[in-house]
């Protein structure tokens, strides 16, 4: 295995490659088909491709894990060939159920294309599962280098299919099809690197332990993307492709919050994990402070500006079609003002796993309950409403369960001074610029040459010297590794 930094670089920058292609062909397809009803059939096609890869994500990730427990060679290479083979059956099953209830899918999303083109998303949904393997063939593998190549390749591949579009006026049949050819050219490349798992002896099907393993991880997987869904799916079924394609373009996750949260969470659970067994309390809620107060200072400005001038930035990259979104993306954003705060991974790290899953339910029954009372009043904007509500409600159990497991109130690790003074200074310079905006018609665009200036500005005022100082970020985790 390579170092952690290593690893690191070439998964941020592939992630990074990945969400900004993704972002660039949804921007160019919202402009090239003016009408919306277009748009947002061919977004409801990926929302159920990417749910189920999603799904499907227990298998790879469960083998980064068995690489890790099992501490034999053979033992580690073996896995490669059941694992793969999981996932190959897997797709295979999930295409074939898809293709056999497309008729289904297209009556509940109001949507010919998922009958119309049946076989082609079908067949591009299993496509994209298989290769969603080799990420963690390749980390385990320590080839991430070849992954970040091959990934370039599928970049290229897909700008020269973007001009294609432009061009040769592609319609969605054409775009189906050469997203296909793109997912095709992976699977062949990253195959042609991997015929390890073809090689190696041994049994293809998962053992008890494995599966005992991953199927928790899939019922949770299942929980949460449901939770995440819920309002896409409520949309397209209650409302038309036309509406979803506001809201999708809207109800936008803004790419940092999973890089900032998912860093935090990846290296407190270790962290966390081991101050619990040693009963160290306050050292947890030091930890969880700190935390709370690096992921305030770099997610709470990007939130705010993001709120405050998201008609601007929506317009922009969509045109004015597309203005309601603005007013959606504002509101949806609102939702990630508390994701500041690990909840997840403070629970898991103290042995809480079960209750995370439960509340998970809980957030997902409210969800339903609420998009079906609110959607049908307020359309897109009342699924907004539920996601918000649904949201901050979900809340108050982890903030129970973590006073009464471990006698910590939310004060304790939340740093509402430090929380609010970043508040505070973001919204009155975001406002500035937003005054500047509109009281000189400023061009749109402007709104993204200010956020640099606005985030950087932001850091420098707020920031507490210590929490960037690399020396005292080295001692605390030497601290927490005994060493």
């Avoid at 949806?332 to 509340?359: D, R």
Wanted: aromatic share 16%.
């Amino acid at each position: 295995m390579k170092s952690i930094r290593y690893n690191t670089i070439y998964l941020v920058a592939a992630n990074s490659l990945q969400v900004g292609l993704g972002l660039v062909l949804s921007i160019y397809l919202a402009r090239f088909f003016e009408e919306k009803e277009i748009f947002g059939k061919y977004q409801q096609l990926f929302i159920i491709i990417n749910f189920l890869v999603s799904f499907s994500s227990g298998i790879p990730m469960g083998l980064s894990y068995f690489f890790g427990t099992y501490l034999d060679y053979t033992s580690r290479i073996q896995i490669y060939k059941r694992f793969w083979w999981s996932m190959f059956f897997l797709s295979l099953v999930l295409g074939g159920v898809i293709f056999l209830f497309n008729p289904i899918l297209a009556d509940f999303f109001q949507n010919n294309y998922f009958s119309e083109y049946s076989i082609l998303f079908s067949g591009l949904l299993t496509l994209k599962i298989i290769n969603s393997y080799y990420l963690q063939y390749y980390l385990t593998r320590g080839k991430l280098q070849f992954y970040f190549v091959v990934i370039v390749i599928e970049f290229i591949l897909s700008i020269i299919l973007i001009a294609s579009i432009y061009q040769f006026n592609l319609q969605i049949k054409e775009i189906l099809i050469g997203l296909i050819l793109i997912s095709l050219t992976k699977l062949i490349v990253f195959g042609s690197n991997s015929l390890l798992v073809f090689k190696i002896k041994g049994p293809i099907i998962l053992t008890k332990k494995e599966l005992d393993y991953i199927l928790p991880m899939i019922a949770i997987s299942m929980a949460s993307l449901l939770t995440l869904y819920t309002d896409k799916f409520m949309i397209s079924s209650i409302l038309n492709p036309k509406s979803f394609a506001e809201y999708q373009v809207g109800a936008f996750s803004i790419p940092f919050i999973g890089i900032i949260t998912g860093s935090v969470v990846t290296a407190l659970i270790p962290a966390l994990a081991k101050l619990k067994s040693e009963g160290n309390i306050s050292e947890i809620k030091t930890q969880l402070r700190n935390a709370t107060k690096k992921t305030s200072l770099f997610l709470v400005p990007i939130l705010i500006y993001c709120i405050l001038l998201g008609p601007h930035l929506i317009t922009a990259l969509y045109t004015e079609n597309y203005k309601n979104s603005g007013y959606i993306f504002q509101l949806y954003t609102a939702s990630y003002l508390l994701t500041v705060i690990a909840f997840s991974a403070v629970m898991n790290a103290i042995g809480l796993q079960k209750w995370v899953l439960l509340n998970t339910i809980l957030n997902l029954t409210l969800n339903v309950i609420l998009n079906l009372i609110l959607i049908p009043k307020y359309g897109n904007f009342g699924a907004v409403y539920a996601t918000l509500a649904s949201t901050y409600l979900g809340y108050f159990l982890p903030i129970y369960l973590l006073k009464k497991q471990i006698s910590v109130n939310f004060l304790e690790y939340f740093p509402f001074r430090f929380y609010s003074k970043i508040l505070l200074l973001s919204t009155a310079l975001a406002l500035i610029i937003l005054y500047l905006m509109n009281h000189y018609n400023l061009y749109k665009w402007f709104a993204f040459i200010a956020a640099v200036p606005f985030y950087f500005i932001i850091l420098i005022i707020a920031a507490d010297k210590s929490i960037l100082d690399k020396n005292q970020v080295i001692n605390r985790i030497k601290k927490i590794g005994g060493k």
